[in-house]
Nanobody
């Protein structure tokens, strides 16, 4: 069983930056492909970025060049560095495996981009 706890969200002005963190419990973390997702009210949860066990990364089109996903297998952590934030990045951000596992969803962390 894996438990995931997201943190680091908040209110930021357009053009600003935030770094999200995801703390994972469970010894199998190192063997998991991990990802960040986001969801706005009334819409489906979308994949933002993913990272393999070895560190290869994937980004959804709108996030390329602005977001950076990384992981620390020794600390069981996954990070999402978000730069040049836009109002349309406002959402609740979650981490999970890729593909996602229903029982692993945490509470997420709210990111609000507004002036």
């Amino acid at each position: 069983q894996v438990q995931l706890v997201e943190s680091g969200g908040g209110l930021v002005q357009p053009g600003g930056s935030l770094r999200l963190s995801c703390a994972a419990s469970g010894s199998i973390f190192k063997s998991l492909r991990m990802a960040w997702y986001r969801q706005v009210p009334g819409k489906e949860r979308d994949l933002v970025a993913a990272i393999t066990q070895g560190g290869s990364t994937y980004y959804a089109g709108a996030m390329k060049g602005r977001f950076t996903i990384s992981r620390d297998n020794a600390e069981n952590m996954v990070y999402l560095q978000m730069d040049s934030l836009k109002p349309e990045d406002t959402a609740v951000y979650y981490c999970n495996t890729d593909p996602s596992i229903t029982n692993y969803w945490g509470r997420g962390t709210q990111v609000t981009v507004s002036s």
